[in-house]
Nanobody, 116 residues
Framework: QVQLVETGGGLVQPGGSLRLSCEAS????????MGWYRQVPGKERELVAR???????ADYADSVKGRFTISRDSTKMVWLQMTSLKPEDTAVYFC??????????WGQGTQVTVSS
């Protein structure tokens, strides 16, 4: 089992920045991928950014490339630095890890609202 707790969401003006944090605990030695997803009401959850633990390779959604950066500290902490935020970035952001057993774990989500 892996437990995830996100923090750092909130209200920010367009063009502003936020940093989301996710603290993982539990069987972290089984984790091979960590990432962030987001979801708005009525739409499917979508990938924002993810990072392979072994290679440190990061993948980003086209909509956030150049604005968001994913980083991690071993498998205990993963962050999402968000800059140049746009109203369309408004969503609930979820931390995600995937284990070698192909199990997905999710945090409870944190609301990010970009509005003037």
């Amino acid at each position: 089992q892996v437990q995830l707790v996100e923090t750092g969401g909130g209200l920010v003006q367009p063009g502003g920045s936020l940093r989301l944090s996710c603290e993982a605990s539990g069987r972290l030695f089984t984790v091979y991928n960590m990432g962030w997803y987001r979801q708005v009401p009525g739409k499917e959850r979508e990938l924002v950014a993810r990072m392979d633990i072994g290679s440190n390779r990061a993948d980003y959604a086209d909509s956030v490339k150049g604005r968001f950066t994913i980083s991690r500290d071993s498998t205990k902490m993963v962050w999402l630095q968000m800059t140049s935020l746009k109203p369309e970035d408004t969503a609930v952001y979820f931390c995600n890890v995937v284990t070698y057993g192909a199990t997905n774990y999710w945090g409870q989500g944190t609301q990010v609202t970009v509005s003037s």
